[in-house]
């Protein structure tokens, strides 16, 4: 069954299997609470209610929360759907899991914060718009022995999401990597990221890692 995915909302992309795999591999026991922040169509909320854990999925988007909430009717699954900016709806709760798959491609500067379907893909001229904060917010809400599986482009810095989830008392580490072809979005900023050294003329293919940060027990 094909997943509901309105204009605008994220839809299951090659990040979103990539994550799936990291997913596949954490040995969750029945019941655990997970956390989907940036949901978009709810593709991993829906992964990881499969494996019999309890799951908040979180986006910003009003399409996005509706698609979620259709996609987990449509799979007789029990997600829990909450709309806000990335941890707000979920302050003073704790996860055994974080599954993040936020804007990471770097977008050319812009007057004022992304609104509408560009919150989807624009991450700031570094590409780390969302990702400092997830970095700065999620071990809060990490159990311990939780942990935070973060997917995202060589491009955006993972050395620096690496160090600032130790800096903040995380093992972390990457866990996952594939090359992928350039996307509908990375080939309309190619020429600027080309001109801002993030990419060569040659290049046809972008890096994907995922990132797995344990708070320890």
Known sequence: MS???????YPPQEDTALLAEALGDEPLPPGARVLDVGTGSGALALDAARLGSRVTA???SWRATLAARVN????????????????????GQSFDLILANPPYVPA???????RGAARAWDAGP?????????????????????????V?????????????????????????RRR??????????R?????????????????????????PR
């Open 3 to 9: 997943r509901f995915s309105p204009p605008g909302v």
């Open 58 to 60: 979180v986006d910003v």
């Open 72 to 91: 987990a009717l449509l799979a007789g699954q029990p997600v829990r759907v909450r709309r806000g900016n990335l941890f707000d709806p979920v302050r």
């Open 108 to 114: 050319p500067p812009r007057a004022g914060a992304p």
């Open 126 to 150: 570094d590409g780390r718009l969302l990702l400092d904060r997830i970095c700065l917010e999620a071990p809060a809400l990490l159990r311990p022995g939780g942990v935070l599986l973060l």
């Open 152 to 176: 995202h482009s060589a491009l955006s810095g993972p050395d620096r999401t690496l160090g600032r989830l130790r800096a903040a008392g995380l093992k972390a580490t990457v866990v996952r």
């Open 180 to 189: 992928i072809a350039f996307g509908r979005v990375l080939r309309a900023r």
């Open 191 to 215: 020429e600027w990221l080309c001109e801002r050294g993030l990419l060569s003329a040659a290049d046809e293919t972008e890096e994907l890692v995922v990132i797995r940060a344990e708070l």
